[in-house]
C-alpha cells in the first residue's frame, strides 16, 4: 500500500495551491479519502474528505468556500484545491484513505503560507 503527497510548498496569504495524492497496492474506489492537516503545537485535524462515489463531501468550517476535494477513482487520485490561503492555513497536509478497519496515511507535504 502507497499513499503519496504532493504539490505543497510556500505561498503567499491569498494564493493557491493544489494538493495531490496518489493511491497504490488497494481498492481505491472502496475508500473515503480524507486530507487532515497539523500544525506545531496542534491536534491533527481533519480538512475535507470525500466519499468513495464522490456523492458526498464535508470540509471544515474555516476552509469552506475555500478549499475543494475532488477525486479520479480511475487514475486513483485525489486532489485537494486550496484558494484563498491564509497563514493559519500553514501545516503539513496528510492524505488518509479509510474503509472499514483499514486506514492508511501519507507521509504528508508541507504548505507554509506566508508573506
Known amino acids: 500500500v502507497q499513499v503519496v503527497e504532493s504539490g505543497g510548498g510556500l505561498v503567499q496569504p491569498g494564493g493557491s495551491l493544489r494538493l495531490s495524492c496518489v493511491a497504490s497496492g488497494f481498492t481505491f474506489s472502496w475508500y473515503v479519502m480524507n486530507w487532515y492537516r497539523q500544525s506545531p503545537g496542534k491536534e491533527r485535524e481533519l480538512v475535507a474528505s470525500?466519499?468513495?462515489?464522490?456523492?458526498?463531501?464535508n470540509y471544515l468550517d474555516s476552509v469552506k468556500g475555500r478549499f475543494t476535494i475532488s477525486r479520479n477513482n480511475a487514475k486513483q487520485v485525489i486532489y485537494l484545491q486550496m484558494n484563498s490561503l491564509k497563514p493559519e492555513d500553514t501545516a503539513v497536509y496528510y492524505c488518509n484513505a479509510k474503509s472499514g478497519s483499514a486506514d492508511y496515511w501519507g507521509q504528508g507535504t508541507q504548505v507554509t503560507v506566508t508573506s
Open positions: 470525500i466519499s468513495s462515489a464522490r456523492s458526498s463531501t
